[in-house]
């Protein structure tokens, strides 16, 4: 895995990737809103994987996509959204997505791009897409000062792969 100065990590490996989730998730607080983001198959319930684990969350997770949100208990809970299916945002605020996004637990978006409009102010983009040869490329963009200063000096990268 190496770290560019434009701020985004290239993983060789799923391993590498449940690692860089792990390390993010021993950041994370209640009310934390994470946006995830790319083509299909470059990694989103991977890095939802890694989240869970790093936050000590035990149960099997699997993509959302046909019933949009799955609730993992757990001291923080984790509330994992997968919107691809979804054609209008507005969906969203049926089932009471902002009770989860201002809620007491961690709100974790697949497909996330798709609805940037209700999303927090202060919140973790993480942006995938392919790379050369089987590898990922992913962004992390931090959006509110609460992102920016746990992000602010840490090297995601070391001690990942």
Not at 87 to 98: P, R, V
Not at 103 to 108: E, W
């Amino acid at each position: 895995m190496d770290i560019h100065k434009k701020n985004f990590i290239i993983t060789t490996s799923e391993q590498e990737t449940l690692n860089l989730a792990e390390k993010i998730a021993k950041l994370i607080k209640p009310g934390d809103v994470i946006s995830i983001s790319g083509e299909l198959g470059t990694g989103k319930t991977c890095f939802v994987k890694g989240l869970a684990k790093g936050m000590g969350i035990t149960q099997i997770i699997t993509s959302p996509s046909f019933i949009i949100l799955k609730i993992y208990h757990n001291k923080i809970p984790l509330y994992h959204f997968d919107v691809y299916r979804l054609d209008k945002s507005y969906q969203l605020e049926d089932i009471g997505f902002n009770q989860f996004q201002y809620g007491d637990g961690v709100t974790v978006i697949e497909w996330g791009d798709k609805i940037g409009e209700l999303l927090s102010f202060d919140h973790l983009q993480v942006i995938f897409s392919y790379y050369e040869n089987k590898k990922r490329k992913i962004k992390i963009v931090p959006n509110g000062k609460s992102w920016e200063k746990r992000l602010k000096g840490i090297n995601l990268a070391e001690g990942i792969y």
